[in-house]
């Protein structure tokens, strides 16, 4: 049994404690935190990376929801908390993802956490990348599979272990298109071919891909042309679709078993009206705007080419998230804080989120930031003290 307080002193002196810091104001990609009402912040910490969460088709959808069927959906989807919308959003977003079905969750987390334990137990195989997502992990675990960790994108081990323990039970492979604190890219096509190669189920989450990736917003999957391949394509709906909820598509027979399966699908309420409705609103506008992503690429690569002016190269990565390593969580938070000085609100990542001694500030782009914020950003990170770079 852990020590509570104990724990909690051990984490502060380690500079590992987290805490609670409410906005009290938001909007046009910048805060006000509680305690610095006088300070508005640039905000480099969101996901919210189309600036979809303000867009006004979504809060139109939204309020159209709830004046028609309230707050709350009022049931689980099996029951009677069942909505068309529910219905409509699902077939958008297999659409999207180019595959035949979709079914809704909660959140990511849920999803995850519902999705694997359906597809593997006890005597079965899951290969999941050392830096995938905390959700994808606790899914594993859950399903009491036996769970085999490679090395983060290193497909050559993956084949040897593959060579090495794949046996005749069901054998899952789990990435992630775009690693969430690396913001670096799985090479899906290679991936492709090992699942074949050795009959596994390929899921890929596509958290920070689906809407910012691919010709019509369909992520890395769409972008590398896998869609077909990949039999379980999640994502979430918190992130650059601007809402709340996620998703996993995948063939018909797979999503008929999943929502007879997935427990977090079965046993928790349907997404909400309203939620639902701006999903559904972001979908359509990912793929009929396909602007919103060219000006985040635009923003992206004005942004890394001053870093790249100031020292900085490859490890700025080729996504929308850009992570500045720092070192020890000490370190990181103490940047983070003189950045916040300088009017950036960007968050230090620190273990367990992230292995130990590779801390970091997380720098994730938004459609929100105009040249002038990312210029401010990029001098004040370039003229921190001490830079590890
Ligand atoms: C954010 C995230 C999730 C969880 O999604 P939520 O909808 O926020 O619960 C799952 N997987 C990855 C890779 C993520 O980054």
Same mark, same amino acid.
């Given at each position: 049994m852990v020590d509570v307080k104990i724990w909690l002193n051990q984490q502060q002196v380690s500079g590992g404690l987290r805490s609670l810091r409410p906005v009290i104001r938001r909007g046009k990609g910048r805060l006000t935190l509680a305690g610095d009402e006088a300070r508005e912040l640039i905000d480099f910490s969101s996901n919210d990376y189309l600036a979809l969460a303000e867009h006004p088709a979504l809060i139109a959808a939204a309020q159209e929801a709830l004046g028609r069927? *309230? @707050?709350?959906? *009022? #049931?689980?989807r099996l029951m009677s908390g069942d909505l068309a919308l529910h219905h409509e959003l699902e077939e958008a977003v297999a659409q999207l993802k180019g595959k035949e079905a979709a079914l809704t969750f909660g959140s990511g987390y849920l999803a995850n956490a519902g999705i694997i334990p359906a597809l593997a137990a006890r005597h079965d195989l899951i290969f999941s990348d050392r830096?995938?997502? =905390?959700?994808i992990?606790? $899914?594993?675990?859950?399903?009491? #599979?036996?769970l085999i960790r490679f090395r983060h994108n290193d497909l050559n081990q993956l084949e040897d272990l593959l060579k090495e323990k794949r046996g005749t039970g069901t054998a899952l492979i789990v990435v992630e298109s775009i690693y969430s604190m690396d913001g670096d890219r799985c090479p899906l096509r290679e991936l492709v071919q090992l699942k074949e190669r050795f009959g596994c189920l390929l899921m890929v989450d596509e958290a920070h891909a689906t809407g910012v990736f691919g010709e019509n917003g369909g992520g890395v999957i769409e972008e590398d042309g896998v869609s077909? @391949?990949?039999?379980?394509?999640m994502g979430t709906f918190g992130k650059a679709l601007g809402s709340y909820g996620a998703y996993v598509a995948g063939n018909r027979e797979m999503i008929d078993y999943l929502l007879n399966r997935a427990r977090s699908f079965v046993f928790s309420t349907a997404l909400?009206?309203?939620? /639902? @409705?701006?999903?559904?609103?972001?979908v359509r506008l990912i793929r009929q705007e396909p602007e919103l992503r060219r000006e985040l690429h635009a923003k992206i690569a004005f942004f890394k080419a001053l870093l790249q002016a100031?020292?900085?190269g490859a490890e700025l990565g080729p996504s929308q998230i850009i992570p500045i390593l720092v070192g020890e969580s000490g370190a990181a938070l103490a940047k983070a804080e003189q950045l916040r000085q300088q009017g950036i609100f960007v968050t230090a990542i620190r273990p367990p989120t992230v292995p130990? *001694? /590779? @801390?970091?500030?997380r720098f994730s782009l938004t459609r929100h930031h105009s040249p002038a914020d990312l210029a401010q950003a990029a001098k004040a990170l370039l003229e921190l003290p $001490?830079? =590890?770079g």
């Open positions: 069927f *309230g @707050a709350g959906s *009022g #049931a689980a830096l995938n997502h =905390a959700s992990h606790d $899914g594993c675990r859950l399903s009491g #599979a036996r077909e @391949a990949v039999d379980l394509a909400p009206p309203a939620v /639902t @409705a701006a999903s559904l609103a972001a100031g020292g900085y130990k *001694g /590779t @801390a970091r500030l $001490g830079r =590890a």
